[in-house]
């Protein structure tokens, strides 16, 4: 038998590393990723439907997506320049790290928090340094500032509501970080996927002369993890280098569109936030009679830990019971932990009933 030849390695960086993935189990409830657990509006529906029948299926897509930044825009209260959108705020990230990442620059996280921001930072050869919350996951603004001044990282990644935590960064966290950054000088990049769940945004705090980003995502309040739709709210000057890194006609006329009508259907989403708040509030209820600790969400999930602190077995038995949430036992800090998406009044049942089951 002949040998096969040697394969190309892949580089030195990457080889240690493991991809993101979230379990796709068949099961009856799933609460493992924190999406949306109803559609978007019918009426949305109808438009995107409509809107298919004027696309030129011939011809490429708006490659500057001029239409949907100006409608985000909009929305968000800034100018279309300073508005960039991708395949999801995961994409978001990818460019940003492509373009203010790579080799001999630092970007700093402070665990527990998203695991595609030291992902994605090292996939574009950018050194990660790791700062610490505190025993209750919040963070201490004397030494994220300190972390800063340290180790001079090219971006600062925040997490607001913090996922897995739920936490909600106080605002003057926000602001003396970014100032901080500001001085080194540095980027600020708040990651507010979930942002529409907290009342605070710092969208606000957006304009030219500070060097603060803002990514936000379709995929959780407008019910459109599918499109795989994410943006960023920025000065323009940060927009305009996001625009060298990203592929041409990355964004494909049917997403942009698809964007573009939701917005149309703000108070359908502001409805279904209001309704995922509310059972937020009766999940931590109710994980309040059983041998659990967990941590006070903004967010549409909450994370918990079994008093028993054997996460593994907690899971396994959910998925036993067709439920399945997100095992998030092998995280930084997260030893036993469970976070759950919250999901319809008679998912949440499930969970609760469930869980119930397995802890007594």
């Not at 960023?232 to 927009?239: C, D, E, N, Q, R």
């Amino acid at each position: 038998m002949m040998s096969s030849p040697d394969r190309l390695a892949v580089r030195e960086s990457l080889a240690m590393m493991s991809g993101y993935h979230s379990p796709q189990l068949d099961v009856a409830v799933r609460l493992n990723t924190n999406e949306s657990p109803v559609p978007p509006p019918e009426g949305w529906a109808e438009a995107l439907r409509a809107a298919q029948a004027d696309i030129d299926w011939h011809r490429y897509p708006d490659r500057g997506a001029h239409e949907l930044r100006a409608a985000l825009a909009k929305h968000e209260g800034v100018a279309p320049e300073q508005v960039f959108a991708a395949n999801g705020s995961n994409e978001v990230l990818q460019c940003l790290m492509l373009a203010f990442g790579g080799p001999g620059r630092v970007a700093l996280t402070f665990e527990p928090t998203y695991a595609l921001h030291s992902h994605i930072s090292r996939l574009a050869a950018t050194e990660v340094v790791t700062g610490e919350r505190d025993e209750d996951f919040s963070l201490d603004a004397e030494y994220a500032s300190a972390m800063v001044a340290e180790h001079r990282p090219a971006v600062t990644f925040l997490c607001s509501p913090n996922n897995p935590t739920g936490m909600v960064e106080p605002p003057e966290l926000v602001e003396r970080l970014l100032a901080k950054v500001s001085a080194l000088p540095g980027l600020l990049l708040m990651d507010e996927a979930y942002g529409q769940f907290d009342p605070y945004t710092a969208v606000d705090l957006v304009d030219e002369s500070r060097p603060l980003a803002v990514a936000r995502t379709y995929s959780k309040t407008w019910s459109m993890a599918a499109a795989r739709l994410g943006y960023l709210v920025a000065p323009s000057w940060v927009v305009a280098e996001l625009e060298k890194s990203t592929l041409p006609y990355h964004l494909d006329t049917m997403k942009q569109i698809a964007g573009r009508l939701a917005l149309d259907y703000e108070d359908e989403m502001n409805e279904r936030v209001g309704m995922l708040v509310a059972e937020r509030e009766r999940i931590a209820a109710g994980l309040d009679q059983l041998p659990v600790r967990h941590w006070e969400s903004g967010a549409n999930f909450i994370l918990l830990r079994p008093d028993s602190g054997d996460g593994e077995a907690v899971w396994e038995g959910l998925v036993d019971r067709s439920v399945l949430v997100r095992n998030c036992s092998s995280w930084p800090r997260l030893s036993g932990c469970l976070r759950v998406t919250v999901g319809t009044p008679a998912e949440n049942d499930a969970f609760l009933s469930a869980l119930s089951e397995v802890l007594t």
